[in-house]
């Protein structure tokens, strides 16, 4: 029976400085705020950029407290 793969925290979202308990909305904004304007603009990476902000909601949630409102199944 194969086990799940560990995934390795994201590096990119301490940096981010956010604390455990703000909202996913507000880990949205501080993800794209990230990246220069010329980033955001540029439509050929956005499917890059979508990656990108999922990548952030899923370091946040493991990084929630259990029972808080950003954390899924809530």
């Known amino acids: 029976m194969q086990t799940a793969p560990t995934r390795t ?3 990119f979202y301490p ?9 996913g909305f507000t880990v949205l904004r501080a ?3 990230a990246f220069h304007p010329t980033i955001r603009r ?4 956005r499917l890059a950029r979508r990656r990108f902000y ?3 909601l899923a370091a946040h949630a493991t990084a929630a407290p259990q029972g ?3 954390s899924p199944g809530t």
């Open 9 to 11: 925290p994201d590096p």
């Open 15 to 23: 940096l981010l400085g956010l604390s455990p308990d703000v909202s």
């Open 31 to 33: 993800a794209a705020r």
């Open 42 to 45: 540029d439509p050929g990476l």
């Open 54 to 56: 999922r990548q952030m």
């Open 68 to 70: 808080s409102p950003t």
